[in-house]
């Protein structure tokens, strides 16, 4: 099978390169040119062709889950959004803590024939912080990573033994920083908007008490963090003072903390009820500097569907999480905008740096890499409409709201899995 | 962020969901109304005929005596249906959701739903959710708001100390878990008091307090000196003794209010409390039951101001 992009502005993060371009794909992986006729032609006049999106917590909810999306939902709405890898986190029902599910997960993603998939494993059974899982075992069975979701492990003996046991094998484990004493009963941001509205707190000291820990369990173990959803601009300043320092840690950040803060709970929004909580404008743009900066090194879409009767609650009774696949790649552009980067600059939030925090080969426009792409149209409005939304979640603080930025096709291994 | 959705297109009251972003002439409006029926309140025919024939249903997520009590009589004043339902007994441990016991409420053609419940913010996802010619009061939520309190509080001020414009108000204790406070406090900014003041332990302040317009103390010594008005807030017995509190004693001892520390106060200080009170933890007797306390007028201002709210909401058409 061979598939020519043609007459593309084509963007490749990794390298830096923008400019006018085709992208000739045989048998599933870029060459540098079309060897004889290909077999299809995509005209990407007037659009970007980039590396398809990789997102690193997006929640498929199987096993377990399937009343608030399945597999298929899910999997459509990534590839509309154009991303063509997704990590899954451990949180389904029971969690990825045996290999038969992680061979399960993948293979019936690997049938559907959209993105890929790859499961990150439970660090603890049952996600309960107590007792490792066979962590060699799960990554036999294709575990990237290994992580408690939005779990805490309680006792720090347990996080650093983890810590130590996963280092040995050389596995990444991706912790959120949540001290989970401070967080206990929270469901915003301890701040101004909390105290008006009368909803327990999460101090933004929850985060950086756990943080302060995580790094120097990283300093004794050696083991290879990568930090998810940052939260708070305290914790900003504490990894980037890690990273100066040379730890082996990498960040991420949910792409909603990048755009929304307290402010947006307006009366109570539970569509903003989400884990981390969104914290002061401070920390919004505190997060959206240290992206630019590159103290935090992805975005993450942090997907979460969730049934429009588990949202219908009063706010703290809400179960939190917003839907995110579709609007990982508009958001991220408004942010890029903001930021003033380049285009290239600001995808690689999405592409070559998830790509090396996975430790795979695609996310770049290379001869020999994954021919793993999304066209897309940059200027054309996206409006967020639950209607539209392929994924089952229909959950969003940004329901009614027009973004730029319109995915026209999707290419997973060579094949369009996606267009419009 | 959306529009207030308490008032409909005109500004009037639609539903009363918090003091908080009502208009300084509205809460003026509120009080002026509730004093001209605290007149039929003492009359030997206590009714008024403004909500004949609507229905009132007191929505209790979440136990109370006093304040649905108050409700139905001002309700009752009004010449409306009254209709009472316990729902944390009912509906809720069958696993009804809170819209579906409006919905279904609703369908029984309810005028004025009177919502109590344990999440702040329950009553705006009511009233985002019920008819266009239904009313929300709030009757408590989370911490939140507790608005009727909050203008019961308001009107007890007033009726003592006629003006609001050179006030000190120290309101004392557990102010982080308070509703009570939240609305009195957003009462007495908009109305231009000039000084109101909290007064508890960093452990019973929330975050970020000042962001709200007040002075915060830790000491009674300091905040009460030359108050004008002290109100007291319950301290619910769960919070004595933990990680907030070492004990009711220790408690009683540092912010309790006693005659010796009401003496700080000014000579003509009123005293208040939203009740239920804790007789020698926060407050003590000789203060509860002394010359300056006015908590007992405080209930029956609060039938007044109830039917003066209920009668703004639904009263008109």
């Known amino acids: 099978m061979k598939l020519l992009v043609k007459g593309a502005r084509v963007v490749d993060p990794a390298s830096g390169r923008d400019g006018p371009g085709d992208v000739a794909v045989v048998d599933g992986r870029i060459v540098a040119s079309m060897p004889g006729k290909p077999d299809r032609v995509l005209d990407a006049k007037g659009l970007v062709v980039a590396p398809g999106l990789i997102d690193l917590a997006a929640r498929l909810r199987e096993p377990g889950y399937e009343y608030k999306a399945t597999l298929e939902s899910e999997m459509d709405a990534a590839v509309a959004g154009g991303v063509t890898s997704l990590a899954c986190p451990p949180d389904t029902d029971p969690p990825l803590d045996e290999p038969g599910l992680v061979d399960m997960l993948r293979r019936r993603a690997k049938a559907l024939e959209r993105a890929r998939v790859y499961p990150v494993g439970a660090l603890t059974v049952k996600l309960e912080g107590r007792q490792l899982t066979e962590m060699a075992e799960l990554a036999e069975a294709g575990c990237v990573a290994f992580s408690q979701a939005n779990a805490p492990v309680a006792d720090t003996e347990v996080l650093w033994r983890a810590l130590q046991y996963a280092a040995t094998f050389g596995f990444p484990v991706w912790l959120r920083a949540e001290d989970p004493w401070l967080a206990k009963g929270g469901v915003a941001h301890d701040g101004d908007v909390a105290t008006r509205l009368g909803l327990a707190g999460i101090p933004a000291f929850a985060e950086t008490v756990a943080l302060a820990t995580l790094l120097e369990l990283v300093r004794a173990t050696g083991a290879r963090v990568h930090v998810c959803r940052l939260s708070s601009a305290a914790g900003v300043a504490l990894l980037r003072r890690a990273r100066h320092d040379g730890l082996p840690v990498t960040c991420d950040v949910g792409v909603h903390h990048v755009h929304l803060s307290e402010m947006d709970l307006g009366f109570f929004d539970a569509q903003c009820r989400l884990q981390p909580p969104l914290r002061s404008a401070r920390d919004r743009d505190a997060l959206a500097a240290g992206l630019a900066d590159g103290t935090i090194d992805c975005i993450v879409s942090d997907h979460t569907p969730v049934d429009e009767d588990a949202k219908l609650l009063p706010f703290a009774e809400a179960e939190p999480g917003a839907t995110g696949l579709e609007l990982l790649l508009p958001l991220t552009l408004k942010w890029g905008v903001q930021a003033k980067l380049t285009l290239a600059q600001t995808l690689a939030r999405v592409t070559s740096a998830p790509a090396g925090v996975l430790g795979v080969d695609s996310g770049r426009i290379a001869p020999g890499a994954p021919a793993d792409l999304v066209m897309f149209d940059p200027q054309a409005p996206f409006r967020v409409d639950a209607r539209a939304l392929r994924s089952q979640g229909k959950n969003s603080p940004f329901l009614g709201l027009q973004l730029a930025g319109r995915v026209r096709a999707t290419v997973v291994a060579g094949k369009v899995v996606y267009e419009t | ?317």
């Open chain 2, 1 to 317: 962020m959306p529009r207030n959705p308490q008032l409909n297109a005109s500004g009037e009251l639609q539903h009363l969901l918090s003091i908080e972003g009502l208009p300084r002439e509205l809460l003026i409006k509120i009080l002026d109304t509730a004093e001209s029926f605290a007149g039929v309140t003492e009359r030997d025919i206590k009714k008024v005929p403004l909500l004949r024939g609507k229905s009132v249903f007191n929505l209790f997520f979440e136990g109370s005596t006093r304040t649905r009590t108050t409700f139905e009589i001002a309700a009752k004043r009004l010449s409306a249906d009254v209709i009472n339902l316990n729902v944390a007994a009912s509906s809720t441990a069958k696993g009804e959701s809170l819209l579906d016991t409006v919905a279904n409420l609703s369908a029984m053609q309810a005028d004025i739903f009177v919502v109590r419940h344990g999440s702040s913010g329950a009553p705006y996802l009511v009233a985002q959710h019920v008819k266009p010619h239904e009313h929300v009061i709030n009757a408590g939520d989370g911490r939140h708001a507790h608005p009727t309190q909050g203008l019961l509080d308001l009107y007890t001020i007033r009726h003592y100390k006629k003006d609001f414009s050179g006030l000190a108000v120290a309101i004392v204790g557990d102010v982080l878990h308070s509703r009570v406070a939240r609305s009195l406090i957003h009462g007495l900014t908009t109305l231009g008091v000039p000084e109101v003041r909290v007064i508890g332990p960093q452990t019973l302040i929330p975050a970020g307090a000042q962001g709200l317009g007040v002075r915060v103390y830790h000491s009674m010594r300091e905040g009460l000196k030359d108050a004008d008005v002290v109100v007291m807030l319950r301290l619910q017995n769960e919070r004595m003794s933990g990680a907030l509190l070492p004990s009711a004693q220790e408690f009683n001892k540092h912010y309790g209010l006693t005659a010796e520390k009401l003496a700080l106060a000014r000579p003509d200080a009123i005293v208040m409390h939203p009740g239920p009170m804790n007789r020698g933890v926060e407050i003590d007797s000789s203060v509860a039951d002394g010359p300056h306390s006015v908590i007992l007028p405080q209930v029956t201002f609060g039938i007044a101001v109830r039917m003066a709210v209920m009668s703004m909401v639904a009263g008109g058409g």
